[in-house]
C-alpha cells in the first residue's frame, strides 16, 4: 500500500515545516552528477574533503537504504523574529542565532516519520537526514518541488525565500502521489554574484568555496584568514549571507516561529568587549547547543581579530 503524500504534507505542515514535498527515489539527474563530480575536480570544496568521500551515495539515495523508494524533503524556517543592530557591535549570519538546527530538524523529521507511520502495517524501513550524510539535500529540495536553485546556489522557496533549512526521510515504501521540480525564477538578475564581496560566485549556479567567507569563517582551520577574507568580511565574524540577503526573493522572508531558533539572552548581550576577552568556559556556556561551535574556540577568536566591529 502506498503511503499517503497529502497525510504527509497535513502531519508536515502541523509540525511546523514550511514545505514539505515527496519524489521517486532514483539517482540524480546525470547533469547534476556532472557537475557535481567536476566540482570536485576543480577543488571547489576547498578543505572540506567529506564531499569528496562517497561520492555514488550522494550521488544516489538507493545506496544509503536498501530498497529505497521515495525521498521526502522538508524546510524549515530559520529567518530571524529579532536581528543582531548596531548595539552588537558583530554580527553572525542568521541561520547560527538560535539552536544546532541538526538537533531541531532530526526531532522534528522522527515526529514526522513517526505520524506518518503510525497506523501502517508491517515493517517499514526509513532513514532521516539534515547534514548528516552524503545526500544532495538541495537538489531533492528541487526535485520534490519544494523551490528553485538559486544563482546564489540556495534552494528558494516562491514568496518566502531562502532562509530553510533542509531535511530528508529516505523510505522504502512508494507514495500515493509525487511532487513535480519548478522552474528557476531568478530570470536575469544577478545581484546575488555582485553582492559577494569576495567574488565566490563567479558563475550563476556555482560557489568556489575557497574564497567563500562561510566556508572562511566556520570550516577554514588556519590560523589567520586570507587576507582578501579579512578585509571583506566586515563585522561579520561567523557564516556570511549576503548572497541570500541581496536576493529579491527575500523581501518574502517571514521570521520564524521555531521556538528553538530564538536566540538565547547572553547570545544576544555580546558585544565587542565581551567577545574580545571572550574565555573558553563562556564560549562554551555561551554556545552550548549552538552551531557555531563548528568553528571552535579559537576559529571565533581569529575571526573576531580580524574583523572590523561596527562602530
Ligand atoms: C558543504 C556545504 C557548504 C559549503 C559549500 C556551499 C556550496 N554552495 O556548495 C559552505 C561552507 C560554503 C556552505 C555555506 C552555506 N551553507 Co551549506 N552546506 C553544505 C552541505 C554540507 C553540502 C553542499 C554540497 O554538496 N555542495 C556541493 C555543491 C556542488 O552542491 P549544492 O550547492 O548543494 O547543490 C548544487 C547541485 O545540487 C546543483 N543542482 C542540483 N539540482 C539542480 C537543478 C537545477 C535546475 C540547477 C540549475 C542546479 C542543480 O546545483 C546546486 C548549486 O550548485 C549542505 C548539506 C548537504 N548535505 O547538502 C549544506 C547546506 C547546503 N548549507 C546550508 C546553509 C544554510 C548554508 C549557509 C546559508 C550558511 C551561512 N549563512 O553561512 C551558507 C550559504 C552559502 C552558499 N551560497 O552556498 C543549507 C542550505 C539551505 C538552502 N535553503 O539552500 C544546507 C542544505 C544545510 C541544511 N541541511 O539546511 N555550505
Request: charged share 25%.
Amino acid at each position: 500500500m502506498p503511503l499517503s503524500s497529502s497525510l504527509l504534507k497535513m502531519y508536515a505542515s502541523r509540525l511546523g515545516f514550511a514545505a514539505c514535498g515527496v519524489a521517486p527515489a532514483a539517482p540524480v539527474e546525470e547533469i547534476v552528477a556532472e557537475n557535481f563530480r567536476k566540482w570536485i575536480a576543480e577543488g571547489k570544496q576547498a578543505e572540506m574533503g567529506y564531499l569528496s568521500n562517497h561520492v555514488e551515495k550522494r550521488l544516489d539515495p538507493t545506496l544509503l537504504l536498501e530498497g529505497a523508494q521515495s525521498v521526502v524533503s522538508v524546510a524549515l524556517n530559520y529567518y530571524p523574529a529579532e536581528m543582531l543592530d548596531s548595539e552588537h557591535q558583530y554580527e553572525f549570519s542568521w541561520y547560527a542565532y538560535g539552536q544546532d538546527y541538526h538537533d531541531v530538524m532530526k526531532s522534528r523529521l522522527t515526529a514526522l516519520a513517526e505520524a506518518l507511520l503510525a497506523d501502517v502495517e508491517g515493517e517499514v524501513y526509513y532513514r532521516i537526514f539534515c547534514d548528516t550524510a552524503p545526500v544532495l539535500e538541495r537538489y531533492w529540495a528541487w526535485r520534490c518541488g519544494l523551490g528553485w536553485i538559486g544563482k546564489n546556489t540556495q534552494l528558494i522557496i516562491p514568496r518566502a525565500g531562502s532562509t530553510f533549512f533542509l531535511g530528508e526521510i529516505i523510505i522504502d515504501r512508494p507514495f500515493t502521489a509525487y511532487d513535480e521540480p519548478i522552474p528557476s525564477r531568478c530570470g536575469t538578475c544577478t545581484r546575488c554574484l555582485d553582492a559577494c564581496p569576495t567574488q565566490a560566485l563567479q558563475h550563476p549556479y556555482e560557489l568556489d568555496a575557497c574564497r567563500c567567507l562561510s566556508y572562511l569563517t566556520i570550516e577554514y582551520r588556519g590560523e589567520m584568514l586570507p587576507a582578501e577574507a579579512a578585509r571583506a568580511m566586515g563585522n561579520c565574524i561567523y557564516g556570511c549571507d549576503r548572497c541570500q540577503q541581496a536576493c529579491p526573493w527575500m523581501r518574502f522572508a517571514r521570521p520564524t516561529e521555531v521556538e528553538e531558533f530564538r536566540p538565547k539572552t547572553d547570545f544576544f548581550q555580546l558585544n565587542r568587549e565581551s567577545l574580545s576577552s571572550l574565555s573558553v568556559e563562556d564560549y562554551r556556556k555561551i554556545f552550548r547547543g549552538s552551531a557555531i561551535k563548528r568553528a571552535k574556540y579559537e576559529g571565533l577568536m581569529r575571526n573576531v581579530r580580524a574583523a572590523e566591529p561596527r562602530k
